[in-house]
């Protein structure tokens, strides 16, 4: 498939020595001791009064090539490990919001570890998402066990990958524990380490904080899966430019990656990106821009530039509710990035500027999900696609419809959406006159209303909570009071007296 790019390989090439002059005579102010011992180590040039690192052009070249073409998230479940770049986009949900939109009562409230369950529980029967990015936070979360309470009630109710960030190494070790228990053995568990994590080591502009860049280095010497993600904003802690955008985070990225491959040579990363805008009217976050998609392209086109994966935070909304604004800024994004060559979108289920969760969303974004990939499986262009020998048989004014050839390809020619309706007005309404968000909201009570078959086994879950005390429950329960949504419904023969009305 031919990609779409803003910018032509010359154009990513002068990004890229610009961004090796930046790293040579700007630097970057590091604040983690480690690390500025590793980079001089290397041949960077280190000034421990200001912390500032400036790393030569050969030595960013150096190390960048090392960098791996593929990288491999496991599951708990190996037959949900994916590997990509792949011919579909790799598509997880957004992460990490305080808040959930409770599905009772509609109102937004702080997450909890139970809700962590039931997220899990859904996605697993979400055929669009292929990562779980942890979703929310655990308000409830015991006293020194803030990640775990995160990562358990995931990894227990989800058999795809799953992926978010922790705060330190002593989180992660305990994260890891946990990954052990679960296979049955450390030497099970380190074959085929099936817990992923993501970092944000850096603050633009131009600085490697000092835990992040800390979870960066014990990473990458542990051989454990892990991406960072560089979170510029544009105005603010960028220039407000798309081209001096992309050249400030593809220096920080270079950056990222030097240290990475410095601390184990051929760790796998992800080119990626949730590059944001600050409306400069108020100074807002904007991840819903449509600029995020137009950057994101240029970030795909020096991912191929570099001959790394490309990924970036796609769909994500300012609305604070499931409407028009959510519809259009998670469809327009991600279709940007689609066709532009991404490998991995982080987009489901959150509103509000990534700060809210809510269970109609996710089910309406993996539709959106399914629409993508189907975007990426492209033109089928052999001859026998064509289908000449079936318009000859056909002939003038025929019909399709009742070609066997027609039945043959009916539910996989064209992507079959499950929440979007495409019925009769008429229909809809004797249906009831449902909303988007209410259809998506009645298939998670469904998928939630039944025994989660992904759960992990009792006997294993009973030495997880053998070794940590007061660890939360983690299942995934329906929550008290939440039933099916029902439409108020409207007669046909209402509609019409209603038109005869409007007509006089």
């Known amino acids: 498939m031919q990609f779409f790019s803003f910018i032509d390989d010359s154009q990513a090439k002068t990004v890229h020595h610009a961004s090796l002059e930046i790293l040579e005579e700007v630097g970057l102010l590091v604040r983690n001791e480690k690390a500025r011992h590793r980079f001089a180590e290397f041949g960077a040039q280190v000034d421990p009064g200001t912390e500032i690192v400036k790393i030569p052009s050969t030595v960013v070249e150096h190390f960048r090539s090392m960098v791996p073409p593929i990288i491999t998230f496991h599951a708990r479940d190996p037959d949900y490990d994916i590997t990509f770049p792949r ?48 979703s929310v936070l655990a308000d409830d979360a015991p006293k ?10 995931a990894l227990k109710n989800c058999i795809k990958p799953v992926r978010t960030s922790v705060i330190d190494v002593r989180e992660a070790r305990q994260v890891l524990k946990l990954g052990e228990l679960i296979a049955g053995s450390k030497e099970a568990f380190w074959q085929r380490p099936f817990i992923n994590f993501g970092y944000c080591s850096i603050v633009s502009p131009l600085t490697m904080d000092y835990d992040s860049t800390e979870m960066l280095m ?6 454990i899966t892990a991406y960072g993600t560089i979170a510029p904003m544009g105005g603010l802690s960028t220039p407000l430019t798309l081209s001096g955008m992309l050249t400030l985070m593809n220096a920080e990225w270079l950056a990222a990656a030097t240290l990475a491959q410095m ?47 490309s990924g970036g935070y796609l769909g994500l909304t300012n609305s604070k509710i499931s409407d028009a604004q959510t519809g259009f800024e998670k469809g327009m994004s991600p279709l940007l990035g689609a066709v532009s060559g991404v490998g991995f979108i982080v987009m ?13 969303q996710v089910v309406i974004d993996n539709e959106i999900a399914l629409m993508i990939k189907r975007v990426r499986q492209g033109f089928d262009f ?26 043959e390809r009916m539910t996989t020619a064209t992507f079959m959406p499950e929440i979007a309706d495409r019925k009769l007005r008429e229909t809809w309404l004797e249906e009831g006159a449902s909303t988007t968000h209410q259809r998506a909201m009645n298939k998670a009570l469904d998928i939630l209303s039944t025994t989660n078959t992904a759960a992990l086994d009792e006997p294993v879950d009973a030495q997880i909570r053998a070794e940590f005390d007061d660890l939360v429950k983690g299942d995934s329960a329906l929550p008290e009071g939440w039933v099916r949504t029902l439409a108020v419904k409207e007669t046909t023969r209402k509609r019409r007296v209603n038109r005869r009305r409007l007509a006089s």
């Open 348 to 360: 489901g289920g959150l509103l509000d500027a990534l700060m809210s969760f809510d269970f109609g």
């Open 382 to 407: 052999p001859t026998e696609n064509m289908a000449l020998d079936e318009i000859k048989k056909t002939g003038p004014a025929g019909v399709f419809a009742a070609n066997p050839e027609t039945l």
């Open 263 to 309: 601390s184990r040579p051929g760790t796998s990363l992800i080119y990626n990106f949730l590059p944001v805008f600050a409306d400069m009217r108020d100074g807002a976050y904007a991840p819903g821009a449509i600029e995020i998609g137009m950057m994101n392209a240029a970030v795909c086109q020096m991912g191929r530039y570099y001959n790394v994966p």
């Open 144 to 153: 020194d066990q803030f990640s775990l309470s995160r990562f358990y009630p």
């Open 87 to 134: 011919e579909l986009p790799v598509i997880a949900t957004a992460s990490s919001a305080p808040d959930i939109v409770d599905p009772v009562s509609g109102v937004a409230r702080r997450a909890t570890s139970h809700d962590i369950a039931n997220i899990g529980h859904l996605v697993n029967h979400l055929p669009g998402f292929d990562v779980f990015s942890i």
């Open 218 to 223: 014990f990473y990458a010497e542990k051989g």
